[in-house]
């Protein structure tokens, strides 16, 4: 999509919107202090900061006053990829930065953190309280013996608790991990065992969708799967006594101690994310606490706009790098809120409600609950108060054209949509939200500062207008340090570096529009290609699921032995409807008429539901290898999966088809 088929924005920010955002201000002393252009606007400014990109990195840390406990003697050493090396020698804390806002007096009465369950009633946590909390944990976690590199995990939901063990974790410089608890003990152990933990905090269960699931006999599996603990600490969310062996939370954040900062190289790990794990254990992403409290300052202060007077609600587990996202709303001051407990519960509204009750000014969500919304005809101006809302954000996959008009049309036509598209690998996005751009239908509104996102042909040309691989031509600082358990590197290198050495490849299709913007079409590696005309499934899916029929959709495409080409469209019907030969054919002509004749699907199958990874994405590539025959025990692996049974569907079609 270009300007020439979308030339009119769908919204544009006011004149005094533009002035009053933080990177407009960054911008204007950015030109004077360090050479960034004055005029051109954001587009200027993004160049300069990709052209000139040692001085730009220089220039976000000074402007957000990082504190270096050790001065750094070069912004960045080395610029390969893998192995570029920033602000070498230098030490800093995370954490620190985490908890500035509680060293004002003024602020420390205010909410860091607003926790909301299913009664949907915000119960506020002090930025004071939360540095006491910190602070005691911390010097209890070195009275355990806990030193810098030692993994620290969580086997918790996104509630205050969570937040506070990982700023203990990361202020002692010990390196955090978690798990959502609605993941069984064998997908946890696929991870915790990679990285060897020796402490582990873990709720008895959690509240989801109206009912309590108790976890006391997974938490028992990982004790025992888990040599490597010295404590386990037990968080009473469903009020049970502590397990013999155990410590309890409140005796480990009862004290008064100030948090003491652990100084740490930039390069320290400072978590450790998981991918999906959908095809193999998955790969563990250590990113280090400086080059993430550099990305994230840059990401929320500049392009999310936040600061001390917002408040942060984004929809997430701790199992998806969202929630690392979120609570670095924090470093900007900001109040973040925390919501443990189904997204649409005890309706499909819920998350407004809950926008509407903590008065956030940024929602984040993804694009599969706003197409949910629209299909449950929600009306969420019409039926919340969202006032305070200045920009919904969604991500997870593409936000279809539909989205963004319901968006417009149902929450506000003054809205800021930032639909971004980032990655676990980086915990940060690629492209996505600037505050002082544009919208467009179906397009991301820019290239993030410091990020030479390209599209490329498969000879490694850039291209403008079409569709490509997204790949990054030079490093950032939030980029994994090293898998775990990598020792050489090979995994790191295969996994991003080798169709195009020195160049990160994401293994999405992308178009950078001739207006900047971005467009996410899919996954390459599930890419559709019949008669050499290349599509994403996103496209796909977002025709498909207009329809009133169909609830949600999965589309495989299948290069055959025989040179043949073969693609399904498995559809999980909405409740009523039947798929009969009157909604093939509408199926059929709505993909013809829209997308692309050749795109129309080989059959349509009704299959009971889709299944996704345990943070909520299709999965394509092993159900592909499925049809294609590959034994479910090499094609999947089953324990990332949200429903497991639903898998045995697509290995009996392949073996019935071959």
Not at 354 to 369: D, K, M, P, Q
Not at 389 to 409: I, Q, Y
């Amino acid at each position: 999509m270009t300007s020439a088929t979308q030339p009119e924005p769908l919204w544009s920010p006011s004149p005094d919107r533009i002035a009053g955002a933080q990177v407009t201000r960054f911008q204007a002393w950015a030109a004077e202090r360090f050479g960034a252009p004055a005029d051109g606007g954001y587009p200027a400014l993004q160049r300069w900061s990709v052209d000139e990109l040692d001085t730009f990195w220089q220039a976000v840390a000074e402007w957000f006053e990082v504190r270096f406990t050790t001065p750094y003697e070069e912004v960045l050493a080395d610029r390969s990829m893998p192995g570029a090396r920033w602000f070498t020698g230098s030490a800093l804390n995370y954490a620190e930065h985490a908890l500035r806002a509680s060293e004002d007096p003024a602020r420390a009465g205010d909410p860091a953190l607003l926790h909301v369950d299913e009664t949907h009633e915000p119960a506020p946590l002090t930025w004071a309280e939360l540095r006491r909390q910190v602070g005691s944990l911390a010097a209890e976690l070195r009275a355990l013996g806990v030193s810098p590199g030692d993994r620290v995990s969580g086997y918790l939901p996104n509630i205050p608790e969570a937040v506070v063990a990982f700023l203990a974790t990361a202020t002692v410089g010990a390196v955090w991990t978690s798990c959502a608890p609605d993941f069984g003990a064998r997908s946890v152990l696929d991870r915790f065992e990679q990285v060897e933990p020796v402490v582990l905090f873990t709720v008895d269960g959690y509240r989801y969708g109206g009912k309590e699931h108790d976890r006391r006999e997974t938490v028992a599996e990982l004790r025992e799967g888990l040599p490597s603990l010295r404590a386990v600490v037990h968080i009473p969310l469903l009020d049970t006594e502590a397990p013999e062996g155990t410590r309890a939370w409140a005796d480990l954040t009862s004290g008064t101690q100030d948090p003491v900062f652990e100084p740490v190289p930039f390069d320290h790990p400072l978590w450790i994310l998981y991918s999906s794990g959908t095809t193999g254990a998955p790969k563990a992403i250590v990113q280090s606490q400086g080059g993430i409290l550099l990305e994230h300052l840059k990401q929320l202060g500049l392009h999310c706009d936040l600061g001390p007077e917002d408040r942060f609600f984004w929809y997430t587990s701790t199992g998806w790098m969202m929630w690392n996202f979120l609570v670095s709303g924090l470093l900007t001051g900001t109040t973040v809120v925390l919501y443990d407990g189904s997204p649409g519960y005890p309706d499909t509204g819920a998350q407004w409600r809950i926008a509407e009750r903590t008065r956030a000014t940024l929602y984040g969500t993804s694009a599969a609950y706003v197409m949910a919304c629209k299909k449950a005809e929600v009306h969420p101006s019409r039926d919340f108060d969202l006032s305070a809302v200045k920009c919904v954000a969604t991500t997870g996959s593409p936000l279809p054209p539909d989205g963004f008009r319901w968006l417009h049309e149902e929450v506000a036509e003054d809205l800021w949509i930032a639909s971004v598209s980032g990655g676990t690998d980086v915990c940060s996005c690629f492209a996505g939200a600037v505050p002082t751009l544009p919208v467009h239908i179906g397009e991301l509104q820019a290239a993030c500062l410091g990020t030479d996102l390209q599209s490329w042909d498969p000879a490694g040309k850039p291209l403008t207008g079409e569709v490509g691989e997204l790949v990054v031509a030079a490093p950032m600082p939030s980029m994994p340090i090293h898998f775990w358990n990598d020792p050489d590197g090979s995994r790191y290198r295969d996994s991003y570096f080798e169709m195009f050495p020195g160049a990160w490849r994401h293994g999405d299709w992308i178009t950078i529009t001739d207006h900047g913007s971005v467009v996410i079409h899919g996954r390459s590696d599930s890419t559709l290609n019949r008669q050499g005309v290349r599509m994403g499934s996103a496209d796909i899916y977002e025709v498909v699921e207009r329809l009133p029929e169909i609830k949600e959709s999965l589309v495989i495409g299948l290069e055959e032995p025989n040179g043949g080409y073969w693609m399904p469209l498995f559809v999980h019907l909405a409740p009523g409807a039947v798929l009969d030969e009157a909604l093939r054919k509408k199926i059929a002509s709505t993909i013809r008429e829209q997308l692309s004749p050749r795109h129309v699907p080989d059959e349509v199958i009704e299959i009971p539901a889709v299944p996704h990874t345990l943070t909520g994405k299709r999965i394509e590539v092993p159900v592909k290898r499925l049809l294609q025959g590959t034994p479910m025990a090499k094609a999947v692996n089953p324990g990332s999966v949200d429903n497991p049974e639903l898998l045995a569907f697509y290995e009996d079609l392949g073996r019935t088809r071959r």
